[in-house]
């Protein structure tokens, strides 16, 4: 059970930081303030994202291995 919890923070930490991520991407590029390769969902967010549910997953509680 501990591992679908630690699973559970991880994919849930993983979407809000997209959408999180995606939302300030979109301001950025509207105001004009982004580089023009700016884009959603590029590598930028999904590699920040991912990294947001890395720690979430790493600080979650596990089970004690024998």
């Given at each position: 059970m501990p591992?679908?919890?630690?699973?559970?923070?991880?994919?849930?930490?993983?979407?809000?930081?997209?959408?999180a991520l995606n939302a300030?991407?979109?301001m950025l590029i509207q105001a004009h303030l982004g580089?023009?390769?700016?884009?959603e969902t590029g590598f930028l967010q999904l590699g920040g994202a991912l990294v947001v549910a890395r720690i979430a997953y790493r600080r979650s509680p596990h089970r004690g291995t024998f």
């Open positions: 591992e679908f919890v630690a699973s559970l923070l991880a994919a849930a930490a993983f979407c809000l930081t997209l959408l300030l991407t979109r580089p023009p390769d700016l884009g």
